[in-house]
């Protein structure tokens, strides 16, 4: 088993654009730190044969999968089916990050 991770040291935003940092990965899953400054967001994309789980470390993030909009701010946790578009998003006037967590489908 690896050694935890603290993800403080991790975060960072930039003006020129979103920062994603990969923290983790087994061969069942993978663990994104994912960083937006206000007004940025990342273009929408699918993880084929994987399951998303969202965990929302400060400010707030809007993550529009195919089915709407789901706002999300510090402390909540969300799921969505990762073979299905998304692109989140920091709509607010504060620093946003967040952790996701791709997990790879039973039977893939």
């Known amino acids: 088993m690896d050694m935890p991770q603290t993800v403080g040291p991790h975060i960072e935003f930039r003006d020129e654009g979103p920062v994603t940092k990969k923290l983790m990965e087994t061969d069942r899953s993978i663990v994104t730190l994912v960083c937006l400054k206000p007004g940025q967001g990342l273009t929408p994309f699918t ?35 990762g073979s299905k578009k998304a692109g989140p998003s920091n709509p607010g006037d504060a620093d946003a990050a967040f952790l996701v967590t791709l997990v790879r489908k039973k039977g893939d």
């Open 47 to 81: 993880h084929r044969r994987r399951e998303a789980f969202v965990y929302v470390l400060q400010g707030g993030v809007r993550i529009t999968p195919e089915e709407g909009p789901v706002e999300l701010s510090a402390g909540d946790l969300a799921f969505y089916d």
